[in-house]
């Protein structure tokens, strides 16, 4: 086995060396990226380091039962931080492994079972991991260097956990990367602790202001009586008289909250039981601790056998398939019956595109986000009402409907609109400019899709805003807003998608191949009138609104419409570079 292990990591070596030999770009890429992670590792080493020695610091500081209890914190956020490790491929330090790229060759099923778990070692993950382990074996141990063996077994199992568990959570996602729907849903569930935990604080905000004014809902016998056994402890770590009574005032914290009760019976608090409960003198439960986490290593070891067997045998995971019906609904609408045609099939290619999917999904980050913070503010202002002026007080509400709107519209321009046909079904590109179809209908029904789909979002933005600040002004406003940012950017969006188009990278990365500068630019030439005209009389004098509203609607069709047949004609004579740009492989 060992002879191999050592053909298995020589064969990953020459797999990241040939990122540096290709010449497609696509490698070059990749080649690039790896060489900004070695980088970022150089940059980042130091501050692990000192993190690592921050903690084998405080856990020396704290007392033995505080130790443990610290220890067990840090390493479930740690396992954690290990199972997210498949949802972004910039953690990987040498090219990934990728089960199916080893099956050819002739190696047995248990040096590749072997060997991609020490592969886990090569990435950011765990060499970060690596040094916070050390740090813990030191910080337990010199409460009691006598129990330095079982420290040592518990970290040496608890780092094949979390190897094993940031591999099986790799296997699962090759198991569904051949179904994009499935792919969506799992890389959302590895992202739902992280984003529970970023949104989490606000409620903690809202909810309360400090460990003494809890809410109704949570004023309960048990709570009153901890937040009692806290006051002491809380109170001394606020107003320390010295390092050491400060670090008394956190053991005893710690010992009281006790929160190894729930958290070992999580995957690697097992093994991390075995760390800490020799050091409290509790050989019998830490050495059935340390079997009972060599018991999960077991399970995990069989589980990630068992995936790479299926994914051996060809094995993958699909939500099934769907029967595809025509619809000729649109046929009957009145107007030319290519335009209605071409908007069905933008409309259809559209709602199959992840990037639909994916902006939708921001879009409800950001309005969670903003739930707390706006009520926050709206709570401040309600409090300070004498001391802020009334018209601020009236306008914030609108201000903050058009700074959202502005900001999506942004987001829809540069992620669908600007390159549009590097994004929407750029496969079908070809057939399109074989057709005789007059092209001021591609752009007429490629525009609609992409305002249908932005007012939607507008709609979902300004509702919240409106509920937040009870201003009923703020949605119209903030429809009327995204309509003319829409109607009135999408002759620059529109030239952007002619002159900068590109191939849009679909698959989920650490990063993007390409930018989008042309969209940026549009949005910077497009948006500024439209603000002028809607947002900035209604900040210096409401009453020119009467004028400047049907102003900034004339003004957004007059420049759509007379830009409509030129950018037509450049689209036409510009299909066979666009075609060139959307079809080429990264």
């Not at 010449?23 to 070059?28: D, F, L, N, V, Y």
């Not at 995957?267 to 060599?294: D, K």
Request: charged share 10%; hydrophobic share 55%; net charge positive.
């Amino acid at each position: 086995m060992i002879a191999e292990l050592g053909t298995l990591f020589w064969l990953q070596w020459k797999l990241t060396l040939a990122m540096f030999r290709s010449h497609r770009m696509g490698a070059r890429w990749r080649a690039v990226e790896f060489l900004l992670r070695i980088v970022s590792l150089v940059f980042s080493l130091p501050l692990i380091l000192a993190l690592a020695t921050g903690l084998a610091i405080v856990l020396i500081m704290l007392s033995p039962t505080a130790a443990y209890e610290l220890t067990m914190l840090i390493n479930c956020g740690i396992f954690f931080l290990w199972l997210l490790l498949p949802a972004s491929y910039s953690s990987q330090i040498v090219e990934r492994f990728e089960m199916s790229r080893l099956f050819v060759y002739p190696i047995r099923f248990r040096s590749i079972i072997v060997g991609s778990t020490l592969m886990a070692t090569l990435t950011m993950t765990g060499l970060w991991t690596l040094p916070l382990l050390l740090a813990e074996i030191v910080g337990l141990a010199w409460h009691r260097p006598i129990a330095l063996p079982f420290v040592l077994l518990g970290a040496l199992s608890l780092f094949v956990v979390l190897a094993l568990a940031g591999r099986i959570m790799d296997d699962l996602f090759d198991l569904v990367a051949g179904d994009r729907r499935l792919r969506a849903l799992m890389l959302a569930l590895l992202t739902l602790p992280a984003m529970t935990c970023w949104l989490g604080q606000y409620a903690i905000q809202y909810s309360t202001d400090n460990y003494t004014s809890l809410p109704s809902i949570l004023q309960t016998p048990m709570t009153s009586e901890l937040r009692q056994s806290l006051e002491p402890a809380l109170a001394q770590m606020n107003e320390p008289h010295s390092v050491h009574e400060f670090f008394a005032g956190a053991s005893n914290a710690l010992e009281i909250l006790r929160l190894s009760r729930w958290l070992k019976w999580l995957p690697p608090g097992w093994a991390t039981a075995g760390m800490g409960q020799v050091v409290t003198e509790n050989w019998g439960q830490a050495l059935l601790s340390l079997c009972l986490s060599v018991v999960i290593v077991a399970m995990l070891l069989w589980m990630h056998a068992d995936i790479t067997r299926r994914l051996m045998a060809g094995a993958a995971l699909t939500v099934g398939t769907e029967r595809v019906r025509s619809h000729n609904r649109f046929y009957r609408l009145p107007g030319p019956s290519a335009f209605w045609v071409l908007f069905q099939k933008d409309w259809v290619h559209l709602w199959r595109n992840p990037i639909s999917r994916r902006l939708i999904f921001s879009t409800l980050i950001v309005l969670v986000a903003m739930f707390f913070p706006l009520r926050g503010i709206a709570q401040g202002t309600e409090q300070g009402r004498g001391e802020i002026p009334a018209g601020v007080l009236e306008a914030l509400p609108l201000l903050v409907t058009a700074l959202v709107v502005v900001m999506t519209a942004m987001t829809v321009g540069a992620g669908l609109t600007g390159n549009y046909f590097g994004t929407i079904d750029r496969e079908g590109f070809a057939t399109l400019a074989l057709s005789t179809v007059d092209r001021r209908y591609v752009l007429l029904a490629a525009n609609l899709v992409t305002w249908l789909y932005s007012l939607g979002l507008f709609a979902g933005v300004s509702l919240v805003v409106t509920l937040l600040s009870r201003t009923w002004a703020a949605f119209p406003f903030g429809m009327y807003l995204g309509l003319c940012l829409q109607i009135g950017g999408a002759p620059a969006y529109n030239l952007a998608a002619i002159i900068g188009p590109y191939r849009t990278q679909l698959q989920f990365s650490g990063g993007r191949k390409r930018g989008n500068l042309w969209s940026l630019l549009a949005w910077a030439i497009s948006a500024p009138p439209v603000v002028a005209l809607v947002v900035l009389p209604y900040v210096l004098w409401r009453p020119a609104l009467f004028l400047t509203l049907p102003l900034s609607l004339v003004y957004c069709l007059g420049v759509y419409l007379l830009t409509l047949k030129p950018l037509a004609r450049l689209l036409q004579r510009r299909e066979h570079t666009i075609l060139q740009a959307v079809i080429a492989e990264e």
